[in-house]
């Protein structure tokens, strides 16, 4: 049963680059599976036999990759069925200063750790700046992992790299809660971010950092660290943080903070 499931998914999703062949594709590919299986007694009294399967797999070329994770869970008793896709991605380098990103991705550019249907692009202009912008559909595995989504995220992060014990980047995202509804006040969110550290090279070391993330269509501040870091001994490290938290009560999406 296990693999009258698993081998035609896992063809289905990998099988379109496996028959890719020659200098312009894959030189390399990796797949990687885990079935665990327990057996256990609800509240009522009955055993159980769920059974559950991850599947990972990557292929890399020059110039194009692809990555995808699932999971698979089955219930023999009660004969339930549930799929899970954490992500089926390619990324794609048409240029050496220019990647993008497409499929169902995770996105981690600022303010939280998304799933995303859609797509990134990173570019590169200058040896120390990279501009990264999203777009698409956000995802909750294990809940409504295919269902339609009215939900629209879109994001632009402009970051420093390469500049020596300094990071440094903006962010903007928003997100439409509902494209269906044009009450900007209730269902759109604006945010805007930005966080500096640095690191001096003088005795001590002391390492400064800071973040600030607002919400613009609330005109607050909802969050604000700033923090100093030094080091009078090489077995000693002194911290100092300052932390401040907001919260829009007027969201319709409940937050970690709520």
Do not use: C
Request: hydrophobic share 40%; net charge neutral; proline share 4%.
């Amino acid at each position: 049963m296990i693999k009258r499931i698993f081998i035609p998914i896992l063809l289905f999703v990998l099988g379109p680059g496996a028959m890719i062949q020659g200098p312009a594709f894959a030189s390399e590919y990796n797949i990687g599976t885990k079935i665990m299986g327990e057996v256990k007694k609800n509240t009522q009294n009955r055993q159980l036999f769920p059974v559950n399967g991850y599947i990972s797999g990557s292929a890399y070329g020059s110039k194009t990759a692809v990555e995808t994770n699932m999971r698979f869970f089955r219930d023999f008793d009660a004969k339930l069925d549930q799929y899970d896709l954490y992500q089926t991605v390619m990324h794609a380098v048409p240029f050496e200063k220019l990647q993008i990103d497409g499929g169902r991705q995770f996105i981690n550019q600022g303010f939280s750790v998304e799933i995303l249907d859609g797509l990134q692009a990173t570019a590169k202009p200058t040896e120390y700046l990279a501009i990264t912008a999203f777009s698409g559909i956000p995802r909750n595995t294990e809940v409504q992992n295919f269902s339609p989504n009215t939900v629209l995220l879109t994001g632009l992060s402009l970051g420093l790299r390469d500049i020596k014990k300094t990071d440094a980047a903006l962010h903007v995202a928003w997100r439409k809660n509902n494209v269906e509804n044009t009450d900007f006040n209730k269902n759109d969110e604006i945010q805007v971010g930005a966080v500096l550290s640095h690191q001096f090279a003088i005795s001590m070391t002391p390492f400064v950092y800071g973040l600030i993330e607002a919400d613009a269509t609330g005109r607050m501040i909802s969050q604000a660290t700033t923090g100093l870091d030094i080091y009078p001994h090489s077995r000693l490290a002194l911290n100092a943080e300052f932390n401040y938290f907001n919260v829009n009560q007027g969201l319709d999406r409940q937050t970690i903070q709520e």
